[in-house]
Structures are given as C-alpha cells and as structure tokens.
C-alpha cells in the first residue's frame, strides 16, 4: 500500500518568512496530493491540492509543487502570518475501482509562526 | 448550513460500553469515509463506503461497525470499548470526479474511553 512520509515534523519560521514542507509517497500509482491545515481542535481542511499531470500549481500566498519521478512534493508558503500557525498534512491518492479515493496522509508538520 | 455534520462531538463512556457515532452529509457526495486520528496526530483511514457500498475496510477490529443507510448517512457502531479506541474519529466525504477528489471532513467526535 501507500506510505507517505512528511518532513519536518515541527516548523518554526517568523512572520514575514517563507515556509516549506515536504513529503514523499511510494506507490506510483498515486495521482491525486492534497494539502490539509489542522488548527487546535478543529476539522483538517483542504487548502490546495495538486493532480499528477501538474508539476506546479499556486493559490495566493500557498504553492504546491510535485516531482513525480522523485515522488515527492512539497508545499511552500510565502509572508507567513500568525494565523498559519496549524498542522499541516500532505496526502496522496489513487482512485478506487469501487468509487472514491483513499487518502494516505503524511504524519503531519506543526507550523507555528512566531511575531 | 454545515456541510458534514458528526454527533456527539463529545463521548466519554467506560470500558466495554457500546457507542455510536452518526454522520450525514448534505453535498450530494458519492463516497463517505471514517478516519481516526490519535494522540499523535496521525490520520488513518478505517472505512470508505460508495452509495452505501462498502469500498474500504482497513484491518480494523470487528467490534467496529459502519452502516451507510443512504448515501447521505454513514454511522459507526464500536461494540466493547477499549482504553485504546480513545482517539478523535472523523467522518469525510468526496465526490467521485476525478477533479473533484478532495475531501470534506466533519468537526469530529472524541471519543474517551476511562
């Protein structure tokens, strides 16, 4: 199956700064790499995904970039504010024969970004 | 109007109780899909059903149940609660065009077991 791994696993940057996270994904087959962000106590939300015919792709202050003859991809935010402080999740995914997709996420970067 | 909607989103209970979670969607979504985070944050999939067909069972323990009535509901039955099912469940959903994989997730139940 999938496995998906997510460095680093805690991000310190100040406000202003850049961020970026990286995963990996190991099966092939995977075509679909969402990004999540986890505030405290809150529902994971999906912030920008990327599908495997994209190498690039840019919301505002968020991009997502993917090399699939690596296998990796990395999400890279510009002019962090206080209020990206969260989790943040990388997922990949393949389509299933029965409907749907299954999404096997990385373990996770806690982002705190300090004034 | 919440989109996916989880109840309770609290639950204490004892050990060896038996508890349901209850899950509905209003997006017209065709999959549905319960995942269980722990302590450490990690997000694993348990059970994915596609009108009311189940898709995915994930090694998960036959004391957890899922039943899809509709394509709009997806509940979670847990028989004889364990100290180790403590943990956050949440409940998804997706469409199934392919550019419309991402998914939606309910606000979650926590579940304690003492």
């Known amino acids: 199956g999938e496995n998906v791994e997510q460095h680093p696993s805690t991000l310190s940057v100040q406000e202003g700064d850049s961020a970026v996270i990286k995963c990996t994904y190991s099966d092939s087959a995977s075509n679909y790499f969402p990004w999540y962000k986890q505030e405290l106590g809150k529902r994971p939300q999906l912030i920008i995904d990327?599908?495997?015919?994209?190498g690039e792709k840019k919301d505002q202050r968020i991009a997502v970039t993917l090399n699939k003859t690596a296998k990796h991809f990395s999400l890279h935010i510009t002019e962090t504010q206080p209020e990206d402080s969260a989790v943040y999740f990388c997922a990949a995914s393949e389509g299933l024969t029965g409907g749907g997709n299954k999404l096997t996420f990385g373990t996770g970067t806690q982002l705190k970004v300090e004034l | 109007d919440t989109a996916v909607s989880q109840t309770p989103k609290y639950l204490v209970t004892q050990m060896g109780n038996d508890k349901s979670i209850k899950c509905e969607q209003n997006?017209?979504?065709?999959?549905m899909y319960w995942y269980k985070q722990d302590s450490k944050k990690f997000l694993k999939i348990m059970f994915s059903y596609n009108n009311k067909e189940l898709i995915i069972n994930e090694t998960v323990p036959n004391r957890f149940s899922p039943k899809s009535p509709d394509k709009a509901h997806l509940n979670l039955h847990i028989n004889s609660l364990e100290l180790g099912d403590s943990a956050v469940y949440f409940c998804?959903?997706?469409?199934?065009?392919?550019?419309?994989?991402?998914?939606?997730f309910g606000s979650g139940t926590r579940l304690t077991v003492v």
């Open positions: 998804a959903s997706s469409q199934d065009e392919e550019d419309r994989y991402g998914y939606t």
């Open positions: 997006l017209g979504h065709d999959t």
């Open positions: 990327i599908r495997s015919n994209v």
